[in-house]
């Protein structure tokens, strides 16, 4: 009998702004997949822990559904005096950089280029050869 050793699971990074209820399900159903070895970013925690005023919308948004359940996902610390979606300095998460250095993903999946952090993936990404 052969010994079939199972080929490594691909290392994947995920940054993404905040927890999306469009997001999550997919996040959970990528991270179930036998050969992949999921990691989600977050740059701030929009309506996760505590009500967020959403200025689109003009009133707060606390998610009640659960949107962080299946996959694994760390939220990064932003140092925006302003933490928002909306605008380039609104996500200032330079512990993306270590992040995705140390990591040594197979790929880095980014939603979005308009905030410093995605920039400092971006960055981060061509640095350390992770393709993206």
């Known amino acids: 009998m052969e010994n079939k050793i199972p080929p490594p699971k691909r290392r994947v990074a995920v940054l993404t702004s905040h927890p999306i209820e469009q997001q999550g399900p997919f996040f959970k159903v990528l991270a179930a997949e036998p050969d992949v070895d999921l990691q989600v970013f977050f740059a701030w925690d929009f309506g996760v822990h505590r009500p967020t005023l959403d200025p689109d919308f003009g009133i707060p948004i606390q998610w009640d559904i659960p949107l962080l359940d299946g996959y694994r996902h760390r939220f990064l610390r932003n140092l925006s005096p302003r933490p928002t979606s909306a605008r380039f300095w609104g996500e200032i998460n330079p ?38």
């Open 95 to 132: 512990g993306i950089v270590a992040a995705i250095w140390k990591g040594r993903y197979d790929a880095l999946v980014m939603y979005g280029w308009s905030s410093v952090t995605a920039w400092l993936a971006f960055l981060a990404a061509l640095a350390s050869g992770t393709p993206f």
